[in-house]
């Protein structure tokens, strides 16, 4: 299995929900990760986990809140989001965290709508 | 900080060879250059990566020249499906024991019937 899930494909929230986002890959990766896409743009870091243990928090909002289970699943947890969170959120890991060496599997991500 | 810098857009015909090329004037010297494609709605697939010289495999090959400043994606006969956004990304600055890898802007390239 070389393929990364996400769930939901698509989420629509009001400011005052809460609500969760799913990932999960069985490829044996030890590192994961969070992106934020918006339309047009690159790619943007948010988190990485490195052995379930968070190693890169990119000055994201505490609305956002990672969490690491166990080695294959990694869940982003929203909170009292705002409308400019809008976006494509991504999912990816890779077998170790060699940085620019490693080759990192994305997933399709969730298409986040906030109203 | 090593920093890419790459065309915006490019537009090809279907059956052309396509190169892109990405600037990396300030790639360290244990740096990997790592080529990604994105399609609309979709996470980046990753396409080629290399250290120095030349790599090649089934989709794509990249050329770098020995000062590494600078890197060549080159698609052999594009097709429609080849339409997409292409990455190049270089390391960048290290953070809790992992060194962060940045994507550019992006290369949209659009193929032409």
């Known amino acids: 299995d070389t393929e990364v899930t996400q769930t939901p494909k698509h989420l629509v929230m009001g400011m005052t929900n809460k609500k969760s986002l799913k990932c999960e890959q069985h490829?044996?990766?030890?590192?994961m990760y969070w992106y934020k896409q918006k339309a047009k743009k690159p790619p943007e870091l948010m988190f990485v986990y490195s052995y379930e243990k968070l190693s890169i928090n990119e000055s994201v909002p505490s609305r956002f809140s990672p969490e690491c289970p166990n080695s294959s699943l990694l869940n982003l947890h929203l909170h009292a989001l705002q409308p400019e969170d809008s976006a494509l959120y991504l999912c990816?890991?890779?077998?170790?965290?060699?940085?620019?060496?490693?080759?990192?599997?994305f997933g399709p991500g969730t298409r986040l709508t906030v109203l | 900080l090593a920093k890419t810098t790459q065309p915006i857009s490019m537009d090809s015909y279907e059956g052309q060879e396509v190169n892109i090329t990405c600037s990396h004037n300030n790639i360290a010297t244990n740096d990997y250059i790592t080529w990604y494609q994105q399609f609309p709605s979709q996470g980046p697939r990753f396409i080629i990566q290399g250290y120095k010289t030349k790599v090649t495999n089934e989709v794509a090959s990249l050329f770098i020249p020995a000062d590494r400043k600078s890197s060549t994606l080159s698609l052999p006969r594009v097709s429609l499906s080849d339409t997409a956004v292409y990455y190049c990304l270089v390391g960048d600055q290290f953070s809790g024991g992992y060194q962060k890898v940045t994507f550019g802007i992006g290369t949209k390239l659009q193929v032409i019937p």
């Open positions: 990816a890991s890779s077998p170790s965290l060699a940085g620019g060496r490693s080759e990192q599997f």
């Open positions: 490829m044996g990766h030890r590192a």
